[in-house]
């Protein structure tokens, strides 16, 4: 589609003529997503309608592409006769995605269409944990063993590559199925028609295991720029492949829940605008549940410096920049280790390192904007503003914001740490968290400045 915009146009216009043959033909050209994205911009009683105009093939690929809500309906619509149509043209790992997002009578209808050893299959890719590879992974894959020779290799593609999601690679298991090497088209294609495969074979193919993380998965795709990787379980013998594109759909979600957690929400699965008002309150008021109840400290803190306060009205005024400055300090350190984290950049045993680099930083930052605000406090607040600022009070003040900025930065860098230390997802200790505990710690520091230089 050289123009999105306009074929859109067309396809809807088509639509609302009746022009079915000309829809046909004009979706035929588009790719999957796109027609997908087709399927956003129409009546929901119209969903049964574009997808039997679709061809049997790219139809089962468009359905792939759908979210959720918009599959079930079509499945309500469907005969057994079209349901089972569109499931054979499904790869495994899909159909087990599409399975753990259906309701109990859907996944009834669904699981009646697989029999005997496909459904044996199904039931063994369901009863890996949701956060695994072996959850993400396909058993549709080719497999080679060492004996067979080069044509013979292109011969058994041309059997089987109808029902495989991926043909580029290939992998090489002995007669026991434990994995041996690995072999491209390419390879295949550069070498001679008699050549045997374990002549030709990558040895020490890099591979995961059902029980990985899916995350460690697909960092490990993107490490090693692979377009799959191999499956294998506790005895190495392999089960199945993971592409690289159930690899970015686990970078995209694990990207979305990372924001979601950061910015002191719940991750919710449904896009925004089809995201009911009471689940997204569900899915927020808990973090804001818990950060009133957490900043309640900060209010006792004050409460408790009440008097000193009373002779010094003045302090009052600098409390929020003081406040805002170690939480915006804090939530950088810790959005910044938090992405280390992921990219597998640093880890626990970096504690040190990462503390010895965050405090000289914070000493920069903190110095140079202690040294503007004693300008700022004497420029403005004093000869523009009339404030009586006094220089002992605009050194409390700088002091105050210097080791702020020190304590915050350390404890933004560490917490994400320890929270992967001890099995939480760091993005918890992100902006919201962070900003909490480092409003506590300056008005603590502030207040114990206070007292010493200015004898409260």
């Known amino acids: 589609m050289e123009n999105q915009n306009i074929s859109f146009e067309q396809a809807l216009e088509l639509l609302e003529q009746k022009k079915y043959a000309g829809l046909r033909s004009l979706l035929s050209d588009a790719e999957p997503a796109d027609i997908a994205e087709f399927f956003e911009m129409i009546d929901r009683n119209q969903y049964a309608v574009v997808f039997r105009i679709l061809p049997k093939e790219p139809a089962a690929e468009v359905f792939v592409e759908l979210d959720s809500d918009l599959q079930q309906i079509l499945i309500d619509s469907f005969s057994d006769t079209e349901l089972s149509e569109v499931l054979q043209e499904l790869y495994m790992d899909d159909t087990v995605d599409l399975i753990e997002e259906m309701p109990a009578n859907v996944v009834k209808r669904i699981l009646a269409n697989y029999k005997g050893e496909e459904r044996k299959t199904l039931n063994e890719l369901l009863k890996y944990p949701d956060d695994s590879a072996g959850s993400i992974m396909t058993t549709e894959f080719v497999r080679f063993k060492q004996n067979m020779t080069v044509e013979d290799a292109f011969q058994y593609i ?7 999601e991926t043909i580029y690679t290939c992998y090489v298991t002995d007669v026991n199925s434990h994995l041996i090497g690995s072999v491209t088209v390419l390879t295949l294609l550069l070498s001679a028609k008699d050549a045997l495969i374990g002549d030709i074979m990558e040895d020490n193919a890099i591979c995961v295991t059902t029980q990985d993380d899916k995350e460690f998965v697909a960092s490990q795709i993107s490490k090693y720029d692979a377009l799959a990787l ?8 392999l089960v199945g ?39 997204l ?5 808990p973090w804001l549940l818990l950060l009133m109840v957490s900043a309640t400290f900060t209010g006792m803190i004050i409460s408790s410096f009440e008097e000193a306060l009373a002779t010094q009205v003045l302090l009052t005024a600098f409390i929020p920049m003081l406040m805002d400055t170690g939480g915006n300090s804090g939530g950088q350190a810790s959005v910044t280790i938090i992405r280390a984290l992921s990219l597998g950049e640093v880890e626990f045993a970096d504690v040190l390192r990462i503390i010895w680099k965050e405090a000289r930083v914070a000493l920069m930052c903190g110095c140079t904007l202690g040294l503007l605000c004693f300008g700022k406090l004497f420029v403005i607040d004093k000869w523009l503003m009339g404030k009586d ?38 993005a918890v200790m992100a902006s919201p968290f962070i900003t909490t505990i480092v409003d506590a710690v300056s008005l603590i520091v502030y207040f114990q400045l206070a007292k010493y230089f200015l004898h409260l």
């Not at 309150?281 to 008021?285: D, E, L, T, Y």
Request: hydrophobic fraction near 45%; charged fraction near 25%.
């Open 389 to 426: 600022i006094t220089p002992i009070v605009a050194l409390v003040v700088c002091l105050t914001l210097c080791v702020t900025v020190l304590c915050a930065k350390i404890i933004g860098c560490t917490l994400p740490l320890l929270a992967k230390r001890v099995g939480f997802d760091p």
């Open 281 to 285: 309150w569900k899915s927020r008021i």
């Open 230 to 237: 191999p499956v294998v379980d506790a005895e190495h013998r």
């Open 241 to 279: 492949i993971v592409t690289v594109d159930d690899a970015m759909d686990v970078l995209q979600d694990e990207a979305e829940e990372d924001f979601a957690k950061m910015n002191a929400m719940l991750p919710t699965e449904k896009p925004y605008l089809k995201t009911a008002p009471f689940e």
């Open 158 to 164: 041309r059997q089987v590559a109808i029902d495989k």
